[in-house]
């Protein structure tokens, strides 16, 4: 693990990727310890001010301070998007290990499944899901664990059918193995890498949609300090107050870029090389 | 080669004049596209009617009944007999000729149980209307009115033909045939509805060719359409889009005070929304000054305690309503929510602010004791989806007379009394207040009312809004007035020549 980390950030992707990834984790956690002001409070006096030395990245519509709400911004993303990536990997990882080694008229069925899941426009089935089940995490983190799973499924899937060609497995078939332990002992291991490449990539992905969702207003709710629904409620001001905007999609689009940058680094350490091995 | 040159210039100056004659306003797609062209239906497609159908009686500069298509009017002693003259030689879209049959129609059609218009509440006093002659109509009231001009100078009261309607009281009326400034060439609720200019309006020749009504939900894109030339005009400005046209020559910008206002609404018949002392309560947690300046900005608004009647009204009331939270926390204990109390509030970008004010309630609130949970519904379809069907939602009102608004809004029969406030008490005032003839004793009637409210009611109603409106400078003839007092006719386009 150390030679990976060290392989990793041995890349100055890697490096930027593993940096801005931590340091938005860390934020997050200490948050209620660092942010100057209570993120949720209002005051008529400092509404819409530019950044300054007070604040830092000057106040919104309500005159709350933006640092403060940027620095909680990321917790409830990141939280609700880390639990459904490890949902949707651990899901789409299982289904697409296992179809991919048993093969045959049961993966062919099960990918006209997949496919048709993967054709239907997303975004609008999570707006469905989460207007009828309502928008809090126990809604969303199934929602996107499932939709973001089956994408996983596809990969792995793929990944796996190249494994299970191979000659270890065919002995082990040959020596009478029955298919969990294959499934555990041969393919898992081998699949791994592209696993935690896949997850970490869906975890960025998924960062998009939560406040996609936020910014439609089915994700976080407010008073809640969140990235999407920050921008959502300030967009109007792009051309008066545009630091209410800036700060919150600048938060977003680095850790997303963080994310994708270091998932690249992992690869590439690993020897995976993401163009061929995404097949979705 | 020269003459396809011409040709060219030709085309190009003519689709600029098309261009310039042509009124481009956004409606806000409220009904999700179920918008009626019918004045009384509860999904009244409001610019479109506004322009197309006309009143006895609208609103003067000073805010009272001034004559439209009513001349002039006057009442018995008693004031249960109204008698309207009307204007000679008007003639409806289709060349029918106005007459005091067609008052009666549209009046009348108002109290059809199947219609079940939201002017039924209000205009339920009238008993009857005789048609003296062609051009005199009287108005035969239940009970006595003073004020009975203020009650058919309602935005929706407009008079329709007659003959096209079928003499139907009890059908919806969506021919679009009215005696206004501009008639219906195409509707198109989710897209753009088209009207164009009647040449034999009775006002003089309307200020532009045509009218494009275009649907855009949302007040970010209504916003974004005008800075981008799409559209012409915008009302409902929050005060942080104010500067973006605030000083650009493009554009003009009007602030008017006005008794419009965004509140929200608890249903008196819903838990916990049924106990009075929890809707007090939640009305003593805002501090509305603090409120105001937060969503509206210093100079927005002006406070009130929950009524609706503002500040410019005769009847209005003074009440006292400062933030009370150890009175708020009482009242809860009271209730039994002594470890306080959670609620949900339904809330939309319907109009200007709505969000914004649900989320400073929730954090004044909290104080109290009182933890508010806000639910984000989408703009469109809001009216016909949330409005009216939970138990706590964000609302919005135009200005109204004191009687009318107390009426359409409170009295316990009215389609739009939006807090299921079911008082015969309430009621039997409202009928008091509009037969006392003697104005102060009035005024005294209409001011316990409003204070029973303050106390008792369903309503939270921080401010009454000044109406930021803005639009082009191309346009000229809108005057500094509320709404629904705007004379669209009157508004003309630099580059037409009408």
Same mark, same amino acid.
């Given at each position: 693990m150390l030679n990976l980390l060290a392989t990793v950030v041995s890349r100055p992707s890697g490096a930027i990727g593993l940096t801005l990834t931590l340091a938005h984790v860390f934020m997050a956690l200490l948050a209620p310890l660092i942010a100057p002001f209570d993120p949720t409070m209002q005051n008529a006096d400092t509404i819409l001010l530019a950044p300054s030395a007070e604040h830092w990245m000057g106040t919104d519509t309500l005159g709350r301070d933006i640092f403060s709400r940027v620095l909680h911004g990321g917790r409830l993303a990141i939280a609700v998007t880390f639990?459904?990536? !490890?949902?949707?990997?651990?899901?789409?990882?299982?289904?697409?290990?296992?179809?991919?080694? !048993?093969?045959?008229?049961?993966?062919?069925?099960? &990918?006209?499944? !997949?496919?048709?899941?993967?054709? &239907?426009?997303?975004?609008?089935?999570?707006l469905l899901i989460i207007s009828i089940g309502g928008a809090g995490p126990a809604t969303i983190i199934p929602t996107l664990g499932f939709f973001y799973g089956v994408a996983v499924l596809r990969v792995i899937r793929g990944a796996a059918m190249q494994v299970a060609a191979r000659d270890f497995v065919t002995a082990a078939k040959a020596r009478g193995e029955k298919l969990w332990p294959i499934l555990s002992r041969e393919m898992f291991p081998n $699949?791994?890498?592209?696993? $935690?490449?896949?997850?970490? &990539?869906?975890?960025?992905? &998924?960062l998009l949609a939560f406040s996609s969702l936020s910014f439609l207003g089915f994700g976080a709710t407010p008073p809640t300090p969140d990235w999407g629904l920050m921008v959502a409620q300030e967009r109007g001001l792009l051309a008066t107050a545009p630091w209410a905007v800036f700060w919150p999609c600048l938060a977003l689009s680095s850790l997303i870029i963080g994310i994708n940058l270091l998932a690249d680094a992992i690869g590439k350490a690993l020897g995976l090389d993401r163009a061929s091995a995404m097949a979705v | 080669m020269k003459k396809s040159l011409l040709l060219s210039a030709a085309i190009a100056l003519a689709? #600029?004049? *098309?261009?310039?004659? #042509?009124?481009?306003?956004?409606?806000e797609l409220g009904y999700g596209g179920s918008e009626s062209l019918d004045p009384i239906s509860p999904q009244r497609f409001y610019e479109a009617i506004q322009n197309m159908y006309s009143r006895l009686v609208r609103q003067g500069d000073?805010?009272?009944?001034?004559?439209?298509?009513?001349?002039?009017?006057?009442?018995?002693?008693?004031?249960? +007999?109204?008698?309207?003259?009307?204007?000679?030689?008007?003639?409806?879209?289709?060349?029918?000729?106005?007459?005091?049959?067609?008052?009666?129609?549209?009046?009348?059609?108002?109290?059809? +149980?199947?219609?079940?218009?939201?002017?039924?509440?209000?205009?339920?006093?009238?008993?009857?209307?005789?048609?003296?002659?062609d051009m005199t109509a009287k108005v035969v009231l239940k009970q006595t009115h003073a004020d009975f001009p203020l009650l058919v100078m309602d935005y929706r009261i407009k008079m329709l033909d007659a003959e096209t309607c079928g003499n139907d009281l009890d059908a919806l009326c969506e021919s679009g045939v009215g005696t206004g400034p501009y008639k219906l060439v195409e509707l198109d609720a989710l897209g753009t509805t088209t009207l164009e200019r009647f040449d034999g309006y009775y006002g003089g020749t309307p200020g532009v060719q045509n009218m494009e009504l275009i649907a855009i939900a949302d007040q970010n894109?209504?916003?974004?359409?005008?800075?981008?030339?799409?559209?012409?005009?915008?009302?409902?400005?929050?005060?942080?889009?104010?500067?973006?046209? %605030?000083?650009?020559?493009?554009? #003009?910008?009007?602030?008017?005070?006005?008794?419009?206002?965004?509140?929200?609404?608890?249903?008196?018949?819903? *838990?916990?929304?049924?106990?009075?002392?929890?809707?007090?309560?939640?009305?003593?947690?805002?501090?509305?000054?603090?409120?105001?300046?937060?969503?509206?900005?210093?100079?927005?608004?002006?406070?009130?305690?929950?009524?609706?009647?503002?500040?410019?009204?005769? /009847?209005? %009331?003074?009440?006292?309503?400062?933030r009370d939270i +150890?009175?708020?926390?009482?009242?809860?204990?009271?209730?039994? /929510? *002594?470890?306080?109390?959670?609620? @949900?509030?339904?809330?939309?970008d319907i109009s200007e602010g709505a969000v914004k004010m649900a989320e400073v309630l929730q954090n004044q609130a909290k104080d109290a004791g009182i933890t508010i949970e806000l639910v984000q519904a989408p703009a469109d379809g809001y009216w016909g989806d949330v409005w009216m069907k939970e138990a706590f939602f964000a609302t919005g009102w135009s200005q109204r007379p004191a009687d009318q608004i107390l009426n359409e809004a409170y009295r316990s029969t009215a389609a739009w009394n939006e807090t299921a406030w079911n008082s015969a008490d309430f009621d039997a005032g409202l009928d008091a207040a509009r037969g006392e003839l003697d104005f102060d004793k009035r005024k005294a009637l209409y001011g316990e009312l409003q204070k029973e409210l303050w106390e008792n009611g369903g309503s939270f109603i921080p401010v009454h809004l000044n109406t930021v409106r803005a639009f082009s400078s191309k346009l000229s003839g809108i005057e500094p007035?509320?709404?629904?007092?705007?004379? /669209? @006719?009157?508004?003309?386009?630099?580059?037409?020549?009408?």
């Amino acid at each position: 693990m150390l030679n990976l980390l060290a392989t990793v950030v041995s890349r100055p992707s890697g490096a930027i990727g593993l940096t801005l990834t931590l340091a938005h984790v860390f934020m997050a956690l200490l948050a209620p310890l660092i942010a100057p002001f209570d993120p949720t409070m209002q005051n008529a006096d400092t509404i819409l001010l530019a950044p300054s030395a007070e604040h830092w990245m000057g106040t919104d519509t309500l005159g709350r301070d933006i640092f403060s709400r940027v620095l909680h911004g990321g917790r409830l993303a990141i939280a609700v998007t880390f639990a459904a990536a !490890v949902v949707a990997t651990t899901w789409g990882s299982f289904a697409g290990i296992f179809f991919g080694t !048993v093969g045959g008229r049961i993966d062919e069925f099960s &990918m006209r499944i !997949v496919d048709a899941f993967l054709s &239907m426009p997303w975004l609008l089935f999570l707006l469905l899901i989460i207007s009828i089940g309502g928008a809090g995490p126990a809604t969303i983190i199934p929602t996107l664990g499932f939709f973001y799973g089956v994408a996983v499924l596809r990969v792995i899937r793929g990944a796996a059918m190249q494994v299970a060609a191979r000659d270890f497995v065919t002995a082990a078939k040959a020596r009478g193995e029955k298919l969990w332990p294959i499934l555990s002992r041969e393919m898992f291991p081998n $699949l791994s890498d592209i696993i $935690l490449v896949e997850g970490a &990539m869906r975890w960025s992905w &998924m960062l998009l949609a939560f406040s996609s969702l936020s910014f439609l207003g089915f994700g976080a709710t407010p008073p809640t300090p969140d990235w999407g629904l920050m921008v959502a409620q300030e967009r109007g001001l792009l051309a008066t107050a545009p630091w209410a905007v800036f700060w919150p999609c600048l938060a977003l689009s680095s850790l997303i870029i963080g994310i994708n940058l270091l998932a690249d680094a992992i690869g590439k350490a690993l020897g995976l090389d993401r163009a061929s091995a995404m097949a979705v | 080669m020269k003459k396809s040159l011409l040709l060219s210039a030709a085309i190009a100056l003519a689709s #600029t004049a *098309a261009s310039a004659e #042509t009124l481009r306003i956004p409606h806000e797609l409220g009904y999700g596209g179920s918008e009626s062209l019918d004045p009384i239906s509860p999904q009244r497609f409001y610019e479109a009617i506004q322009n197309m159908y006309s009143r006895l009686v609208r609103q003067g500069d000073d805010g009272r009944p001034s004559p439209d298509l009513a001349l002039s009017w006057d009442a018995t002693p008693d004031a249960k +007999e109204w008698t309207f003259k009307l204007r000679p030689g008007v003639t409806f879209h289709n060349g029918n000729a106005f007459t005091a049959q067609d008052v009666a129609f549209s009046l009348m059609r108002t109290q059809s +149980e199947t219609i079940d218009s939201p002017t039924k509440g209000v205009m339920e006093i009238i008993d009857r209307v005789e048609v003296v002659d062609d051009m005199t109509a009287k108005v035969v009231l239940k009970q006595t009115h003073a004020d009975f001009p203020l009650l058919v100078m309602d935005y929706r009261i407009k008079m329709l033909d007659a003959e096209t309607c079928g003499n139907d009281l009890d059908a919806l009326c969506e021919s679009g045939v009215g005696t206004g400034p501009y008639k219906l060439v195409e509707l198109d609720a989710l897209g753009t509805t088209t009207l164009e200019r009647f040449d034999g309006y009775y006002g003089g020749t309307p200020g532009v060719q045509n009218m494009e009504l275009i649907a855009i939900a949302d007040q970010n894109a209504r916003v974004a359409a005008l800075q981008a030339g799409q559209v012409d005009f915008i009302y409902a400005l929050s005060a942080e889009q104010v500067p973006l046209f %605030a000083n650009n020559p493009n554009f #003009t910008v009007q602030s008017v005070p006005t008794g419009r206002w965004v509140g929200m609404v608890m249903n008196t018949t819903i *838990a916990p929304f049924d106990d009075a002392r929890v809707r007090k309560a939640i009305r003593m947690s805002a501090d509305r000054d603090a409120l105001g300046k937060l969503v509206y900005g210093q100079g927005g608004f002006i406070t009130t305690c929950d009524h609706p009647v503002w500040s410019g009204d005769q /009847y209005r %009331a003074d009440l006292n309503c400062d933030r009370d939270i +150890e009175g708020a926390k009482a009242l809860l204990a009271e209730a039994g /929510y *002594a470890d306080g109390l959670t609620v @949900e509030l339904f809330v939309s970008d319907i109009s200007e602010g709505a969000v914004k004010m649900a989320e400073v309630l929730q954090n004044q609130a909290k104080d109290a004791g009182i933890t508010i949970e806000l639910v984000q519904a989408p703009a469109d379809g809001y009216w016909g989806d949330v409005w009216m069907k939970e138990a706590f939602f964000a609302t919005g009102w135009s200005q109204r007379p004191a009687d009318q608004i107390l009426n359409e809004a409170y009295r316990s029969t009215a389609a739009w009394n939006e807090t299921a406030w079911n008082s015969a008490d309430f009621d039997a005032g409202l009928d008091a207040a509009r037969g006392e003839l003697d104005f102060d004793k009035r005024k005294a009637l209409y001011g316990e009312l409003q204070k029973e409210l303050w106390e008792n009611g369903g309503s939270f109603i921080p401010v009454h809004l000044n109406t930021v409106r803005a639009f082009s400078s191309k346009l000229s003839g809108i005057e500094p007035v509320e709404d629904f007092s705007i004379r /669209y @006719e009157n508004v003309t386009k630099a580059g037409n020549e009408g």
